[in-house]
């Protein structure tokens, strides 16, 4: 089973930026999809973006294109997500995903969640 843990969240201004990252256990995952959900307080988990295995395609939920990035390094088995422009609303826990679908909104497993919160 794979295994996932974030790092990289806190607390930060509105305007700020943070960069996660999600260190996967095996190197497996450089032939797997990687993503980020987040789940706010009171809201469903949603998607926020996902990368393929070879980082050729992405996919971004609207409100938060263009401010964040997703790249990954598959020599280190690892995702990131650089956020820019960050707004309140973008409080929430952050979870990175892996899975083998070719949709960049579908994983298997998950990590525990980094949590960030930004402050106006």
């Known amino acids: 089973q794979v295994q996932l843990v974030e790092s990289g969240g806190g607390l930060v201004q509105a305007g700020g930026s943070l960069r996660l990252s999600c260190a996967a256990s095996?190197?497996?995952?450089?032939?797997?999809?990687m993503g980020w959900f987040r789940q706010a307080p009171g809201k469903e988990r949603e998607f926020v973006a996902g990368i393929s295995w070879s980082g050729g395609r992405t996919d971004y939920t609207d409100s938060v294109q263009g401010r964040f990035t997703i790249s990954r390094d598959n020599a280190k088995n690892t995702v990131y997500l650089q956020m820019n422009s960050l707004k309140p609303e973008d409080t929430a826990v952050y979870y990175c995903a892996v899975g083998r679908s070719f949709n960049l909104r579908a994983y298997q497993y998950w990590g525990p969640g980094t949590r960030v919160t930004v402050s106006s």
């Open positions: 095996e190197r497996t995952v450089s032939t797997y999809a």
